[in-house]
Structure formats: C-alpha cells, structure tokens
C-alpha cells in the first residue's frame, strides 16, 4: 500500500487461525491500522491481494464483511444517534434478507426475520453485559460501553476473523481485564481474533502469537516469549545503544557527582 | 368562501404538497449531503408520465377511478428512472469531486430536462390540459374537491410508511447507519450505492405522488411547473431542518399555511393594502425563510451541525 511515494504497508503475510489469538503492535506509524484498513476493503492496495479462507476479497468494505471479517475502530465508530438495539440491528445488515416488498407490507415472512434478528441482537447484548441499555441511544452511553458495544456490532455481522483496532486505548484496568476476559470469550466462539494494541501486557496475556510491524514491514513474529526477547524489537521500539551514548555519559557524570558529595 | 378555515384548509393542501417534494431534497442531502436542484425537474417529468398515460395509453372515456392509480404508476415510472438515472450518470460519477461540481451538474441536468420536455413532448412548450377532479364537497364552512381528498391521503399515507419504513425496516436502518457514517456503514456489510440509489427513488416516487395531486387540483400541467415547486419545496426541506424527513413535511405545511395566510390577510393591516394576494405569495415564503434562518439556522427540527459528525 502506496501513498504517494510513502510505502505505510508492504509485503506482510499473514495467517490467523479460528480459534486463536493474534497480537500485531508496532511502533506509531508503523502501518498496523492502514494493515487493517486494506484488510477491509477501506483502502484499495496499491499490490497485492487479500485473500480469506482461500479466496481473493474484492476492496469493498461490504463484500469484506459478508465475506465474515468484521472490525472495531481505534477511535469509536458507533452511529452515535441510533440506540444500542438498532446499532447491533445494523451490524446484522448482512445476516438477514429482506425484500422491497414484503417489508413495505409487512408480511409475516418479514416479522418472523425481523424478530429472529433482534433476539440474536439480544444474545450479544447479553454476552457483552448491556441488554439492560437497548433503548439508550449510543452517544450516551460511557466511554467503556461504548467500545463494548462496538465489539458486539461487530460480532453481530456473525465473523469468522474480528480484527480489533486497539480495544483498551483510554481504558482504565479493570475495564482492561474485562476486555480481555471478553476477547477469550470471542476466541472461544471459535472465532479468530487479531488485535491492534499499545498495551504490552494486555497483548501478551492475551496472544497465542505477535507480529511486530515496523515501517510497513512484519519483523518477527512468534509467541510472546519469542518477540519479547528479540532485540530487533527492542530496537524498533527504543533506537539502538551506541558508542558514546550521550545518556550513558550523563549517568556515569551524575554518578561521579554524587560521590563527591558524599 | 374566503374564511379562514378554508384558507388554513387552502395551505394545509399546498403545504403537504411542498412537504412531499420536500421528502426527496432532504433524504438525499442527507444520505450524500448533495442539494439536488433537478429534484423539480423530476417533479414535472412525473406529472407528464401521468398525462401520458391517461392521454396516450388509456382508452378515451376512463372513469377516474380506474385511471388515478394506473397515472400514479406511470407518473412514479417515470420519475423514478428520473432519478435513478440522474444518480447513477450526473452524481455518482462526481461522488468523489469537490461540492460545487455535483450542484453545478444538478443545475445543468434541470435545465437539460426542461428543455427536452418542452421540445419532444407534444404541446408541453405551453400548458397541457390535465384530467382534473373537480367535484367540490362542503365540509362545514371548508369546500374541498376530490384532488384534494387525494393529495392528504396520500400526503399521510406516504409519510407514514415512510417514518416506518426509516424506522423500523433493515434498508431503513441501513439509511440511517449510511447518513450518519458512509464508511462505518460500508463496514457492516452495507451496500452504501445501493442506499443511494433507494433514498434517490423513493424521493422520486414522491415528488410523482405530488405532481399528479398538482395535476388533479390545478387541470394543467407546464415544462417550467417544476421550478417554482423544487424552489419552495426547496425552501420547506431546508426550514424543517434538511436531513430530516419529519422535519421536510412539516416545514412544507408551515411554509404553505403561512404564504396562503399571508396572500389573503396581510393586506388588511393599514398601510400593507399592497402587499397582499397571490403576487406578493412567494415574497412572504421567503421572508419566513430567512426568519426562521436567522432565529434557528439548523432549522425547525434539524439537529445541530456538530451531531453529525
């Protein structure tokens, strides 16, 4: 993927089992969102393909989704002013079926569909804990729920793979533990799961594997163990040492200072 | 004849015809946020699909009834492929192009559809005779005629599927999802063309309800009709609050109470003798515009500008 002159992703390959658990951090402007963002179809990559379950995806964000990849978004994304019901109801869009006109003559055929889709709506309001809030509208909720609510719209389009654009940005931790309570509950529906985040521990607690992604390309990928102990990682991150670090020469002088103190 | 029950009846019936023009400016802004000046235009091409096929396609000597919904099939026909096809070759091609060049483009498709009504269809450079339903009855001190009992049926029952259809329907959901957020919506599995496509012909649909109850009530039909209609159907989207369908018919019915008020009595206040009648009709219309714009900019119902985004 291209922007002008600047490659943000290149050649990443990438596989996500059902049933597991897949971290993907980087550095900022590493490319991890413009990743997911070609993923769904939002950006047409510049080479390449998407491909899922052994299909090439077209670059539209609605076949993306009927084709079972859904997503939540670094910052929330909810239609703000419709409530908590009809916003799962929408993620269901491409679950249900509806013609012209058995919907404008409300036949039984319609009502039946129509009740069908809200008691699953339902279920997931259950399982993210806010069926109690189905007539509130979306904007009111809190910051928490909201995102909460994004992961259950998602859900409610019925994915294979839920790609999950930093689900704990601006969370304290409890709310933290409970996504990830949430994100084992989701991997155990048989779902594979990949996840943006900045949380190191909430990445490793969670991950079967991690992928790091610098500058547009996968470094390493590998369990928790693996990249933690990978110095290319650590130098992505926090620049490499090097002879005549001025930082270590300010300690060593503080050090001395002190002394003399002393 | 002239009392003011029959003058609020007189506006209430011009109002629900603005209101249901209204419905296709103000869905469209929402969905695309494009002000689709050529709706007018597809007002009057809907009224000429009616006259068609009562002039050409039915046998002389129809009873009304058997014709009325055969003309609003034709009529909704026409203004339908209107607009689906001004969507599909003027506006979707531009989906991506700066404001003005959509607005140019609907200004130049409206001309376009004058100028080939009044050139192609027979005798449409001046007025056409339309079928017209003049039956008057007297309810209280209120004379109504058949057209009229036609528009407010049909005004309400075209509103009222439409609140439920926006509301309650999953293409309706879709709509909503798609005016608050093209992306996000795309991103739930929705087809945000295809929305498109729905908002522009149901607004179609609409404005040919509306240019046959014009047809039935005033018994001719003209190729420039479309103009002033668009104009303050226009107006009445955007003083209801465009983007709001509630918001569409009820600025209709305060614009067409308010300019049929104004016609009959600002001339009975001293020294404004001129200033009323039909002449003056259009002038008070706007002037409630630019009232209601200045005391509340996102209109009578609109929401505030920042609750979009």
Known sequence: MRFGGLTAVRSVDFTVNSGEIVGLIGPNGAGKTTFFNCLTGLYVPTEGTVSYQGTVLPPKPHLVTKAGIARTFQNIRLFANMTVLENVLVGRHTRT????????????????????????????????????????????LPYGEQRKLEIARALASEPGLLLLDEPTAGMNPQETRATEELVFAIRDMGIAVLVIEHDMRFIFNLCDRVAVLVQGEKLVEGTSEVVQADDRVIAAYLGEPFEGDPAQNEAKAAGTTKGEAQ | ?????????????????????????????????????????????????????????????????????????????????????????????????????????????????????????????????????????????????????????????????????????????????????????????????????????????????????????????????????????????????????????????????????????ISNIPGMQQLGGQSWANVWAFVLLILVLLFRPQGLLGERVADRA
């Open chain 2, 1 to 265: 004849m002239h009392t003011l029950p029959q003058q609020l009846a007189n506006g209430l019936l011009l109002g629900s015809m603005y209101g249901l023009i209204a419905i296709g400016y103000t869905m469209v802004y929402g969905i695309v946020q494009l002000i689709n000046f050529a709706h007018g235009e597809i007002f009057m091409t809907g009224a000429f699909g009616a006259l068609t096929v009562y002039v050409y396609i039915l046998p002389d000597g129809t009873s009304m009834w058997a014709a009325v919904p055969l003309m609003l099939i034709g009529g909704g026909i026409v203004s339908v492929l209107v607009a689906v096809g001004a969507e599909r070759f003027a506006y979707r091609p531009l989906r991506q192009a700066p404001r003005l060049a959509p607005l140019i483009t609907a200004i130049g498709l409206s001309l376009t559809l004058q100028e080939l009504v009044r050139n192609f269809y027979p005798g449409a450079d001046k007025s056409r005779a339309f079928p017209s339903l003049d039956a008057t009855h007297s309810i209280g001190s209120v004379d109504i005629t058949d057209a009229d009992i036609f528009l407010v049926c049909a005004a309400i029952v075209c509103m009222s599927s439409l609140a439920w259809f926006v509301r309650k329907s999953r293409t309706g959901r879709a709509m909503q999802a798609t005016a608050q957020d093209p992306d996000t919506a795309q991103l739930m599995g929705i087809d945000t063309n295809r929305i498109i496509v729905v908002a522009f012909a149901i607004g179609g649909f609409f404005a040919a309800v509306a240019a046959l109850s014009y047809g039935l009530k005033y018994g001719n039909i003209d190729y420039r009709m479309g103009f002033l209609m668009g104009l303050k159907a226009f107006t009445a989207a955007v003083m209801g609050g465009i983007g709001n369908i509630y918001g569409a018919m009820l600025g209709g019915v305060v614009l067409g109470i308010a300019e049929t008020l104004a016609s009959a009595y």
């Open chain 1, 97 to 140: 079926r509806e013609g012209l006109w058995s919907a404008l003559l409300r036949g039984p055929g319609f009502k039946k569909a129509e009740k069908a889709s809200e008691a699953r709506a339902m279920e997931l309001l259950e399982f993210i804990g806010l069926a109690h809030k189905r007539d509130h509208l979306a904007r009111n």
